[in-house]
């Protein structure tokens, strides 16, 4: 195969009360330091692509391995960029198990799918009862403030929890029903889905509230972006926004991730240090 082929394996484990993660990679694809800006319970990781983005032909593999009783928080310095590919497709997927009694929070910055760009993005989670996670994606088509729209190209978008929610689109810039049509994006260009999961499934009393606790926060979104929170299977929930940019998309993930931290889980919102560099 073509291309950069990038693969990074990180498996977090239980030592006395700490969460201590151990990687392998090859290609360009590192994790930074974990960091404990909470507590030895919780790591944090960030990972670094250096090349910075994706063309035909490139692979970013990641594998996530929590086990029993881990606590991980993974976030990227910056957006995943699948640039305009002049043939073959640009990939990046995500495969995570997460162990009992364990909780993942998969928080990546913004994909930014540029004009032309032939992508695929897939995470797939897969979650051992008593396991529970939230994880998000925000996707930009083009950049509309630097005058760079998305008027060629696709990119594939799949990300599920195994054995209970499976979510697959195909973005083709072409398609003006999809793009600009009142059943589709409605002229929107970032689309953004945060999910709550569990194992096993969750009790009617944590499903209503993790609902309750983000439909105030979408209920006082700005003028323009839209919103909607549901629970289609007894083990998750799920809020999905369209909005003209990146930026009011994200602050309103972060606001019901925060408000989740502290209603689900009875922890305090903190954020990934990298987040206010």
């Keep these: 195969m073509s291309g950069w082929q990038a693969h990074l394996k ?23 330091q974990s960091l404990y800006p909470e507590g030895n319970a919780v790591c944090h990781n960030v ?22 009783d881990t606590h991980a928080l993974l976030t990227t310095p910056g ?11 640009a990939t990046q997927q995500v495969k995570a198990y997460v162990g009992g009694g ?9 994909t930014i799918a540029y004009n032309g760009c032939h992508g695929l993005n897939q995470a797939v989670f897969d979650l051992a009862p008593k396991a529970e996670m939230m994880a998000w994606d925000i996707t930009a088509l083009g950049l509309p403030n630097a005058n760079l729209p998305f008027e060629h190209g696709q990119l594939q978008q799949h990300m599920e929890v195994t ?11 072409q398609d003006a029903r999809l793009m600009d049509g ?35 926060l ?26 003209p940019l990146v930026e009011p998309a994200q602050t309103l993930l972060r606001g019901v991730w925060a408000s989740w931290r ?16």
Excluded: N
């Design 10 to 32: 990180l498996d977090y484990a239980r030592a006395a009360e700490r969460t201590v993660a151990k990687f392998e990679h090859v290609g360009p694809l590192r994790v930074l």
């Design 47 to 68: 990972l670094v692509h250096p090349p910075s983005g994706l063309v035909g032909g490139d692979l970013l593999d990641i594998q996530l391995h929590l086990g029993a």
């Design 79 to 89: 957006a995943t960029r699948f640039y305009r590919s002049e043939q073959g497709l």
């Design 102 to 110: 364990a909780r993942l929070e998969w928080l990546p910055l913004e």
């Design 163 to 173: 054995g209970v929610w499976l979510e697959r689109g195909l973005l083709d810039a």
């Design 182 to 216: 009142p059943l589709g994006l409605a002229k929107h260009r970032c689309m953004a889905t945060l999910v709550f999961a569990c194992g096993a499934d969750l009790p009617r009393e944590r499903r209503d509230l993790a609902l309750s606790l983000a439909r105030e």
């Design 218 to 243: 979408t209920q006082a979104a700005p003028a323009g972006l839209v919103a909607g929170v549901t629970s289609p299977h007894p083990r998750i929930v799920v809020l999905r926004t369209l909005s």
């Design 262 to 277: 502290r209603g689900m889980w009875g922890m305090s919102d903190v954020p990934p240090r990298i987040w206010s560099m």
